[in-house]
């Protein structure tokens, strides 16, 4: 079974705090994720990553940036945390030996007070 | 660009009852088209999926005809129980190794019994 974990499933941080929200994989997937999901407006790309070291901005990169050192771990950091970056964060990971589906982690609902 | 129109939710159903969840798209080419359950406190699964028109995806009961006329995916269950409580996302992938995913804003479906 494809496993995605996520480091938290609840994180609750105070404004202007740097935030770092960790994703592992075990498939070897080249490909992985990070969504924020939020009442009404479905998922949201904020970044992903096709390889190590190489990533790419999604749909909503502002406020976010990302690391990939290693082929199984993704990070999301929030730079300085505000409170509109409150959200349930989703990773998210895709291979060729899957068919490129995504299979995902359990998500993180953070809070930014 | 890409984008999944799905039907506004909540949905609420007696159990048995038929379920139908609209799904269009807007995409260029043959994108590869999704159906995604997510249930309370969980990541996103996968549910079924459809790769070229005409194709019909189905599990546990659940199917979707990848309409290409139409550019519609409708999620359709004979008859719910009250475990299918969850959210449901479409969402399609272009065609061409194109890694990315675009989701609807997701349909919360509710069965009583």
């Not at chain 1, 199984?72 to 300085?80: G, K, Q």
């Not at chain 2, 909540?10 to 048995?16: A, F």
């Not at chain 2, 159906?35 to 019909?56: F, H, M, N, R, S």
Request: one cysteine or more; a neutral charge; glycine letters at 10%.
């Amino acid at each position: 079974d494809v496993k995605v974990t996520q480091s938290s499933r609840y994180l609750v941080k105070r404004t202007g705090e740097k935030v770092f929200l960790e994703c592992v994989q075990d498939m070897d997937h080249e490909n992985m994720f990070w969504y924020r999901q939020d009442p009404g407006l479905g998922l949201r790309l904020i970044y992903f990553s096709y390889d190590v070291k190489m990533k790419e901005k999604g749909d909503i990169p502002e406020g976010y940036s990302v690391s990939r050192e290693k082929k199984e771990r993704f990070s999301l950091i929030l730079e300085s945390a505000s409170t509109n970056q409150t959200s349930m964060y989703l990773c998210a990971s895709s291979g060729q030996v899957d068919g490129y589906e995504q299979y995902f982690g359990p998500g993180t609902r953070l809070t930014v007070t | 660009g890409n984008s999944v129109t799905q039907m506004e939710g909540p949905v609420t159903l007696s159990e048995e009852a038929f379920l139908t969840i609209n799904c269009t798209y807007t995409a260029t080419g043959y994108p590869s088209l999704f159906w995604y359950v997510q249930y309370p406190g969980e990541g996103l699964q996968l549910l079924l999926k459809a790769t070229k028109a005409d194709d019909k995806g189905s599990n546990k009961g659940f199917e979707a005809t990848y309409r290409k006329e139409t550019t519609s995916f409708h999620l359709e269950k004979g008859s719910v129980q009250v475990s299918d409580s969850a959210v449901y996302f479409c969402a399609l992938r272009k065609s061409g190794g194109y890694q990315k995913v675009t989701f609807g804003t997701g349909t919360k479906l509710q069965v009583i019994p």
